[in-house]
């Protein structure tokens, strides 16, 4: 049996968080650069990390009894309550069983409809910037997601309400992350306000919530949107419904965790495409079949823009990470671990293997033709996660993405600005550290 290296971050254990908390994907690269593809590291608490895909199978798979999900995935419970991400046993099978036909193709069909709309009237509205200063664009791929993840939701939803719950979003996930990373920080929030300001946003995104769910009771109406599926929703062997608290938790994780990954997926692809006139022109040329927005069927055939999606997520994963919790003593291939300890599987440095990808920091959609998909490894890229928790809208997220990417790409050129420097912060997804700038054509 081997023994599993450990790598320390710094001279003084006691170092070891804050320059973790300070730039996560550093510390967590000079770790496999030290010790290979699996390394013990020591913050508050032990942790096991790997980019090995042996280790993803195993813990997602193989045994993924023997699994909890990590301890930090907690922090999000006051946010999504007891919805899919944060649920566990037979709760979350239940309730995945409940949630799983809003995702049907013919529902996804129902709801591009939707998405289509949407993204025209954004792309009217891009209008405004071209030849202009240069526009944070990932507060704009965050606009008009969460605008397509409201609506799809809720079916018509203010403006106001729209604009409140994107800046509350961004204010509840820095708390939390700081929250996590930075507990010594507890004390300080209880006085500066921060504590009160996370609460004040709760309640607020419970009272429209619920508003939201009382009124459909209320109006007798059958709408398409997937509210309506949550409502209508029936256990096969009990023939039970959800109660509204169970819709409010499963509505706010819809939201919560899709329209975020689908932005911050998006903004990191335009910058990367600003950069490459070569892959803009193929992707031009795919466009040619439609005029505005594609279509659902249109959609199916723009394959290489499936491609340039699917590169992106590759190089940048919004989903960058995720920890799980051993319940029991476990080993994979030689190595061996205790109960208890917490996993962080890198998905950001599994991407980024050089021991599985060619030029592995090269922007390549040829990574996603035909061939290679065919002689990958099933575990070298898991942008949505793999085995039972797989992610229940991974459709619906590329399916937008392609949407909002195509049409973007078919009307604008898009440009660097130089003068804003643009850096890498893991927050609950990849995040940018300053916003990403870009001039549009």
Same mark, same amino acid.
């Given at each position: 049996?081997?023994v ?29 650069d ?11 608490r ?32 006051p ?27 013919e ?12 993204t025209?009237a ?32 809720f079916?018509n ?13 961004n ?23 921060e ?17 939201f769910?009382?009124?459909?009771h ?26 509204d ?31 490459? !006139?070569? @892959? &803009?022109? /193929?992707?031009?040329?795919?466009s040619?079949? +439609? ?6 069927d ?23 990470t995720m ?8 080993q994979?291939e030689s ?20 021991n ?8 390549d959609?040829e ?10 490894g099933k ?14 809208g991974?459709?619906?997220a590329m ?26 912060? !893991?927050? @609950? &997804?990849? /995040? ?6 870009? +001039?549009?054509?």
């Open positions: 049996m081997s599993i290296p450990e790598f320390k971050i710094a001279r003084f254990g006691i170092q070891a968080p804050f320059i973790f908390a300070k730039d996560p994907l550093s510390a967590i690269r000079k770790g496999f030290t010790c290979g593809d699996t390394f013990r590291l020591k913050l508050f032990e942790f096991l990390v790997s980019r090995d895909p042996a280790f993803f199978k195993h813990i997602l798979v193989t045994n993924n009894k023997n699994y909890k999900k990590g301890s930090s995935s907690k922090m999000l419970n946010v999504l309550g007891n919805g899919l991400v944060t649920s566990e046993g037979d709760f979350w099978l239940r309730q995945r069983r409940l949630v799983q036909p809003a995702f049907h193709r529902r996804l069909q129902e709801l591009f409809v939707t998405m289509g709309t949407i025209a954004f792309l009217d509205e891009m209008e405004q910037y071209r030849g202009m200063e240069p526009v944070d664009i990932d507060a704009k791929m965050m606009g008009i997601t969460a605008d397509i993840a409201l609506r799809t939701l079916g939803i203010s403006n106001e309400d729209k604009m409140q719950i994107y800046h509350q979003v204010r509840t996930q820095k708390y939390l992350v700081s929250r996590v990373r930075r507990p010594y920080r507890i004390p300080l929030m209880i006085v500066n306000g504590k009160s300001r996370f609460k004040r946003d709760l309640e607020y995104f419970n009272k429209l919530v619920f508003e769910i009382r009124e459909r209320n109006s007798g109406e059958s709408r398409n949107d997937l509210l309506q599926l949550l409502l209508d929703s029936l256990d096969e062997e009990t023939g039970a419904q959800m109660n608290q169970q819709i409010r938790d499963e509505a706010i994780t819809m939201f919560a965790a899709g329209h975020e990954t689908s932005a911050t997926g998006l903004s990191w692809l335009l910058l990367e495409l600003a950069r490459q !006139p070569s @892959i &803009v022109a /193929k992707m031009r040329k795919e040619e079949i +439609f005029d505005i927005v594609p279509s659902f249109q959609l199916m055939k723009l394959t290489y823009t499936r491609q340039v999606i699917e590169e992106g997520m590759r190089l940048y994963p919004p989903a960058w920890t799980r919790e051993a319940l029991g003593d476990d994979v190595q061996a671990y205790p109960k208890g300890i917490s996993v962080m599987m890198s998905i950001y440095e599994l991407h980024r293997n050089p599985i990808w060619n030029n592995p920091l090269i922007f959609p990574n996603f033709n035909t061939e290679h998909v065919k002689n990958r575990f070298d890229y898991l942008p949505f996660g793999a085995g039972p928790r797989l992610c229940i991974q459709q619906f399916m937008e993405m392609q949407l909002i990417l195509a049409a973007l790409i078919k009307r604008f050129d898009f440009e660097i600005d130089q003068k804003h420097a643009i850096g890498i912060y !893991p927050q @609950i &997804v990849l /995040k940018s550290t300053n916003g990403i700038k870009l +001039f549009v054509k």
